[in-house]
């Protein structure tokens, strides 16, 4: 459901407007084609902040791997095509922004505990 309200909404509405969201275009590593993801994000000094959390699951999301191929894409808000370059955070600057989205949505917490074999990634997107 979120994909397609996020599609017909051009991002507009994402994640059923319980969080400010995106709809992310990357482009497959293997395909080459683009893949859209709707996803949560926290505003980050300029940059929009997004979290490879994938529910909390074993493996990574699709888009993360997509990303770290290929880090320049397009992150549609309220409408707006935005190109962006993708940049991981780390360290102290990571858990700061961990901590933004447990503020924003506590669901994460829970999260870091049931991926607990695998590093939820972050990435900073900077608007081009």
């Known amino acids: 459901m ?5 599609r017909a909404t051009r991002g507009r ?3 059923l407007g319980m969080a ?8 497959g590593r293997r395909s080459g084609q683009p893949r859209q993801s709707p996803l ?3 505003a980050d ?3 929009f902040v997004v979290v490879g959390s994938n529910w909390g699951g074993e493996k990574a999301p699709a888009w993360v791997h997509n990303l770290s191929a290929q880090p320049h894409a397009t ?6 095509d935005i190109p962006v370059e993708a940049r ?12 933004a989205f447990v503020d924003q949505w506590p669901g994460y917490r829970r999260y870091r505990e ?11 997107l900077i608007p081009r």
């Not at 991926?115 to 900073?124: G, L």
């Open 13 to 15: 509405v994402v994640a």
């Open 20 to 27: 400010p969201g995106l709809l992310l275009t990357t482009v």
């Open 40 to 42: 949560q994000f926290v």
């Open 114 to 124: 049931t991926a607990q074999n695998r590093t939820i990634r972050i990435f900073r």
């Open 75 to 80: 992150a549609t808000v309220g409408g707006r």
């Open 2 to 6: 979120d994909r397609w309200l996020s």
């Open 45 to 47: 000094d300029g940059a």
């Open 88 to 99: 991981e955070a780390y360290g102290d600057d990571r858990e700061r922004l961990w901590q």
